[in-house]
């Protein structure tokens, strides 16, 4: 399934994308697409019923703003240097086990919302990320297949990063990460069943309209459920928990000078295969 949130932001209502591409109302049937509905096999039925019945209403998809395809996300934990091309041409090692830093939850937006490039920002940098939403509580996982099977579904995410913020200001890299509106998500929560192998998915992100990221997640450094099986071993990963796991070669920082960074007026695009596309307009905080 496709599930999705639509409507003005913190006002969103569930929706579904069918198979013939109409937007469908889920609020007759759940409250809302979040870990609580996406724990609650009993309720997903319902909802994969009455879209095979048809009997959810359409929805009037013009002028309706997608917001995220998740409510209430518990925590974002994203993998750094997870890409064999990309830790290349950032001339970095690739690490001996996963690179882990935290986004907040209210870094998310939606896919086509407005990005807001930090007042004194001057390397805002893109990065297209396939982003895995936990559908079972998630602690000491054994295997990669475990890790896999605790996976409800998959997004795709903008992990925008300032790189000035993240690298040469001494400290994490939670302070280039957690800008506002750094983490736009969606449009559409697919469901695990729909993607069979996240390791054969393609990512793809335009700047003005010139091709910057054309990768696959077959070059992951650590795949999907590796990730899933690894984090579970430091936290504790509950349903409606979020991790974005890393970007493809092509960012800014891997240009040579001067590097295109992001500024106010940019326009960004990105897709993964299967998973939706976003359009993001930067402007200034």
Not at 31 to 49: F, K, N, S, T, Y
Not at 183 to 190: K, R, T
Request: net charge negative; with cysteine.
């Amino acid at each position: 399934m496709k599930l999705l949130r639509v409507g003005t932001a913190g006002a969103e209502r569930p929706a579904l994308l069918d198979a013939e591409g109409v937007l469908r109302d889920l609020s007759g049937v759940v409250a809302d697409i979040d870990g609580a509905l996406l724990a609650d096999e009993e309720a997903l039925g319902r909802v994969r019923a009455a879209a095979d019945a048809g009997e959810l209403p359409v929805l009037d998809a013009t002028g309706l703003r997608i917001g995220p395809p998740l409510g209430r996300i518990g925590k974002i934990v994203c993998i750094g240097l997870n890409y064999h091309d990309h830790a290349r041409e950032t001339g970095a090692e690739p690490p001996s086990e996963p690179v882990l830093f935290m986004k907040a939850p209210d870094t998310v937006v939606g896919p086509n919302d407005t990005v807001l490039v930090p007042r004194a920002s001057r390397k805002t940098d893109w990065e297209v990320e396939l982003a895995v939403v936990i559908g079972r509580t998630a602690r000491y996982l054994e295997s990669a297949e475990e890790g896999l099977a605790h996976v409800a579904g998959y997004a795709v995410a903008h992990d925008v990063s300032e790189r000035e913020f993240q690298i040469e200001r001494g400290g994490t890299w939670d302070k280039g990460k957690n800008c506002e509106t750094f983490n736009p998500l969606g449009p559409w929560l697919v469901t695990a069943d729909e993607v069979p192998d996240p390791q054969r998915l393609s990512l793809r992100l335009w700047v003005n309209g010139e091709l910057k990221q054309d990768g696959t997640t077959a070059e992951q450094i650590f795949p999907v459920g590796e990730v899933v099986r690894y984090l579970s071993h430091f936290m504790t990963l509950y349903p409606g928990d979020v991790i974005n796991t890393g970007t493809p070669a092509g960012v800014a920082l891997g240009e040579p000078e001067p590097k295109p960074f992001l500024r106010a007026g940019d326009v960004v695009e990105l897709e993964i295969e299967g998973l939706g596309r976003q359009r993001q307009e930067f402007k200034d905080a």
